[in-house]
């Protein structure tokens, strides 16, 4: 699994420090992205400040993103590890892009997630799932809705195609028309194909430390038996030199005689 | 594979007791519930002498799981171990997910198919897959049936639909369209996907066995030589030992002369 | 890969006496077959022509079957191993799986197949994709192709619609519509999954060849240094033995002294 | 990953003087490609200048197959390993799979990417995804914008189904109808296995080498502890010979006496 890395001490510190309130936050942002594209009878007011709350969050998000790059050691790397990161931030500046607005806050809670659940892959990727689940049901549903041949048109629905859609069956009885809702969509067949490869990656790097282990047993036990016969042949040298000393006696009582 | 923990002897035991009993109330909660779903002849009275059937297996599966519970050392453990069991337990309570309620079934059965394959992993998934087949279809059937744009309303027509979606193909020709049958999809989708992981995790699990019997037999090949090495070591201290006793008598002769 | 088990002597030596006589007539077996359903100008008695060629191949294929079980020493382990080759013989014997019967030929030319191309499994798996994928297409075009309400009318649909069902995109602009339409598509999702298992299961044992290999050289290099060190200690074991001829031979100088 | 043959130095060298010609060469087929497939406004003139330079670039394609073809030293080996770079230079000379010819960029890009990535899976797949999916969407709009039943008609509408189809969801909202289009799509699955082909492979390679490194370890593991052994049995040895060498001088001191 990608961990935080740890050649950047500084950014770590930071994480340590922010992390509570970034998630906080993602929750609010969430919670607000969620009430604004479910609840239809919202005045133009409330809808309004809805707005100004995902636009000041999402503004913060990018002030976490330019401090990491400060504190970052090496700038041009850490750009180039967090390109999706980047993405994520600057892309829904575009107006067909607006609905990925939603994923920003994926980053951030499935830091915390990953520290909760750290080495338990199963609840790792099942919560992972469901986050990405309600997220892309959501941003599809704001983008679908006011379509004039959108087929996406209440949240089930939009749970239903998210559900079809993550496990590659597809009956078409749902999908996307809008240009918003079709980026949605392949960023959530993206989110699949990734979850795939981290699970992969997860049993990969399970199978190398049993690898490792079971080549550490048989490095372990040759050293235990080399030791054994270092102390006998220690005993032997021992029981030599005295017979040598022996001798040497031998010598020295024949010499004066 | 997932085996009864055996470091929880109490529902070891209870499992062995009652294991034959529960597996035949699970075929009759079949039965019963497909006689419900299939023979659209029945009358009102039939249809109650089954539903009665159908909510006692229920009940008894629900009082299973209590005991289990009880029994077991560390129950919030158990709980959590076990989340799974105890939403296809709770869950068909409410009505849009009543269809689920056949799936009870299938934890039973498969605990049976389990013991009866070890090992056996193609036959365990094979089994697997036809149980979860039939229960599914029959569960889509009952729930779509009735809708007006249902597209799901024979027996043949379901079964279709639960290979094209258990496959990922996904024609969309037949799928559901009520609350209930795409619940019943979803439990599919899922399903489909444990299974995937329960045959890697099979192979995986035979991968580590072959790792550490490499491992093993190198071990034991060091050992073995490193017994001869020790042999022919103490054979060497010995004649030493009878160097040095002979030293010992020549100089004892020497002393008197 | 499934290979011809080695502790069945006799019954590897009537593969090797008609492996080609059965070859060439599954070859024989899918022309007629590919004629009768490509070519729609044929007459009454040409079409029953082809039938009794085929009947004839299919019946030849049911007495290999029978020659096999009865060279078989464990007939009833032979029957549960071979349950796919007994059900493709005897299913095309119900009306609505007549289809099924161009499967037949699958299983005689994937042998040859598998002699062919011992070791190199993407030649092996490309070969069988092409051979099934044909086969399918065939047996699709002929249970649909009389249907009120079929979409796969012409081989040129039939293939497409093979290839969207493989790769399991199953777009839904093609899918069949009768029972046996069904059965076809079926058996080619599971041939598909299947396929998938063999290349899975090929790619694991080239891992444990590996494994033994790795564990081989360790074992190798463990022995070559156990020679060294038991030579060297039977240098010394000699040298020893020498020292204690001499003191044996300076006692014996002394005792007459 | 498949690499230029290390057996082949004469190909090798060519294509270190050649392979920048080659990549730049298909970036101007590529361009020139799409310009004719998305700029409907073009004349017949432009229209025809372009079929000039992809015609061109077609043939110089061909002409470095053939410069190949006459510098392996083993031609058959050489033709049966290339077969698909042979069959994407000829299918497209028959009209229904004309759309095809874009393809022949693919091959020559793919190898100036692989040089770059070397080690990089994960940039080598997202950079071939990304050309193949470019390349895709461009073949099957050219092939169904005419086609009087098409789904197909705008770049746009192209590539969301080229990514459908890739992560074989497909809706069946967009699907080609026309014989090139189904064609492409072919294409398209077929690319679409191969990459998780190498995806697999990849990590099977990598696993293989930390097979290799923790069997060298252990057996480096093994030599340190045996030169141990053997230092310590020559100091034995050698303690030994001057042991020997003092008996032999009191024998000798023994005899004149």
Known sequence: MVTVSDDEPRIAAWDRRVDWWLTGLAVVFLAAYAWEVLDTSLGADDR??????IT????????????????????????????????????????????????????????QLRDDARGRVAIYVAGTVALISFVA???????????????????????????????????????????????VAAALMVAGIALLGVVTASIASWFVENLRQAGQQVEKAVEVE????????????????RVSARLDALERDRRPS
């Open 226 to 241: 080399a030791d054994r016969t270092d102390a006998q042949l220690s005993e032997v040298l021992d029981e030599l030199r």
């Open 137 to 183: 049901s959501l941003a599809v549903l704001d983008a679908e809705r006011a379509a004039p041949d959108a087929t996406l048109t209440t949240f089930g629905e939009a749970i239903w195609w998210t559900i079809t859609t993550l496990s590659t069956v597809g009956y078409g009885d749902r999908y996307p028309v809008t240009t918003e809702g079709r980026f």
């Open 48 to 53: 309004a400040a809805l707005e100004v709350v």
């Open 56 to 111: 000041v969050t999402w503004v913060v998000f990018g002030i976490d993103y330019l401090v990491r790059l400060a504190l970052a050691r090496q700038r041009l790397r850490y750009v180039r590890r967090h390109l999706l990161e980047l993405a994520v931030l600057l892309l829904p500046m575009f107006r067909p892009l607006r609905a990925l607005r939603v994923f920003t806050a994926i980053g951030v809670l499935n830091r």
